[in-house]
Structures are given as C-alpha cells and as structure tokens.
C-alpha cells in the first residue's frame, strides 16, 4: 500500500523557516515526480514545487521561487520542502503528491498518490 506522509508544519513567525518531510513507502517513485501542493482556507489547491526524482531538476510556482527548495534523501525515500522567508499568505495546509512520469505538469489531476496533510501557519 502506497503511503506518503508529510510532517513538520507548525507556527512561525513571517521571515522564519520551516522544512517539511514526505516519507514515501510501497512502491518505487524513481521516475516520478513528487510535488507539494497547498490549499488555503476558501481556495483551491495549488501547486508550489515538484522535483523530478530521475533527474533532480525542480520546478517552482513564481509566488515561492527563491525562497522555497525542493529536495529528496534517496536512502530515506523523503522528499523535503525548505521554506525560508514565509510570509502570512503562505498560510495552508500542504500536501506532498506523487505522479508518474518526469514531465513538470502542475496539474493535480496527473498525481495519482496524495499525502494527509500538514498545516502551516505564518504569523503577521
């Protein structure tokens, strides 16, 4: 059964940092691309990173470039979120996701796998 698990969300304050976890167990994601979404309260589900785990190379939504880095531990199956200067519109609820293929779609609907979930919350 495949399971993704993100931890490390938490409380911080604008211009602080946190970094988020997705442990990944049940199959192997080696030509996947893993994502991090985020869902605001009242607003859709975005896309905010993805890295392509064949080739490491990242992808990043323009609202998070430079501040945010998206990154994986092979011997951990974990992919990490980095996020650096967070800013009180950051607030949500983000997600790590998993969808087969290298490409860089953004699309929620090409990722098939789906962690629960962790909250962020950036204080003004």
């Known amino acids: 059964q495949v399971q993704l698990v993100e931890s490390g969300g938490g409380l911080v304050q604008a211009g602080g940092s946190l970094r988020l976890s997705c442990a990944a167990s049940g199959r192997t994601f080696s030509s996947w691309r893993m994502g991090w979404f985020r869902q605001a309260p009242g607003k859709e589900r975005e896309f905010v990173a993805l890295?392509?785990?064949?080739?490491?190379?990242?992808y990043y939504t323009d609202s998070v470039k430079g501040r945010f880095t998206v990154s994986r531990d092979n011997a951990k199956n974990t992919v990490y979120l980095q996020m650096n200067g967070l800013k009180p519109e950051d607030t949500a609820v983000y997600y790590c996701a998993a969808g087969p293929g290298g490409g860089y779609s953004t699309s929620l609907l090409t990722y098939d796998y789906w962690g629960q979930g962790t909250q962020v919350t950036v204080s003004s």
């Open positions: 890295i392509k785990l064949s080739t490491d190379i990242t």
